[in-house]
Structure formats: C-alpha cells, structure tokens
C-alpha cells in the first residue's frame, strides 16, 4: 500500500523546512508503535481558520494548536491535521522554547492521537508527553 505525507497551507504564509527528513521522521514514528503509515495531510493554518473548524466540528469556541481529523483504518494510520501556526508560536514563546521544536511536538501529538493516544486524563497526558519526548528524541533534523 502506497502512503504519502502532504503539507499545505491555509491562511498563512508558512513554509514547512526539511519536508523530506520530517516526512521520513513521521513515518519512523508510525513504524516504531507497530502501525503503518497511510495518507496524512498536515495543513498549517491560522488562528481564524482553526478556531472556525472548532466551532463547525467540534462545537468548541476557542482557539487550540491542533485539531486532528481521524481516518484510520486498522493500524494504517491516515488522517488530516490541521496547526495553527500562530498558537504554536504563541506557545513556543510563552514555553521560552524555539518555535520549530514547539512545530514538531505538535507535528507529532497529532500523529500520536491518529495512532491511539489520548490526552485527557492526566495518565493520558502523561504518556503523551512521553511518548512525544521519545519521539522528537529521534529526529535527525
């Protein structure tokens, strides 16, 4: 089965750095928790944009990084995500931490919630975080 890995933009001008090594981190990711990668569109928004998704899907009226749509099917892990790019420079600012290392958490958050992982429990948040740790350990980029 083929899989790809695409990223788009939505209301920002933004341009992802490192596709290539990203896409093949993502796909790591996805291997070492015993899944197959499918078709997952990463799409880099606004605040505006995400925060009308929220209000449209989910019935929520407030702004959030990331919003995760779920298409898995078994373990092929396949999806759209969609972060906004302003709250995670406003998080990376707030956490004193450098703006792309705040990208690839959420990056893979999103992933980690398309494979299984919730975080709304604090045990559930605690794994996240873990494993989120583990896996941003493993990039080469």
């Known amino acids: 089965m083929s899989s790809s890995i695409n990223f788009f933009n939505e209301d920002v001008d933004f341009a992802l750095l490192n596709e290539a090594e990203i896409k093949k981190w993502i796909k790591l990711s996805i291997k070492k928790e015993a899944?197959?990668?499918?078709d997952l569109n990463f799409i880099f928004c606004?605040?505006?944009y995400l925060l009308k998704i929220n209000q449209d899907y989910l019935n929520h009226?407030?702004?959030t990084d990331i919003i995760t749509f779920d298409y898995k099917e078994d373990?092929?892990?396949s999806g759209d995500i969609f972060i906004s790019i302003d709250r995670v420079r406003d998080n990376a600012e707030k956490l004193s931490i450098p703006f792309l290392d705040e990208l690839h958490r959420v990056i893979i958050h999103g992933v980690l919630h398309i494979i299984a992982y919730g975080d709304k429990t604090p045990e559930e948040e605690l794994l996240m975080r873990s494993k989120e740790d583990f896996y941003l350990s493993l990039r080469s980029i």
């Open 61 to 63: 009226n407030f702004f």
């Open 35 to 38: 899944c197959t990668p499918g």
């Open 46 to 48: 606004s605040d505006p």
């Open 75 to 77: 373990s092929t892990i």
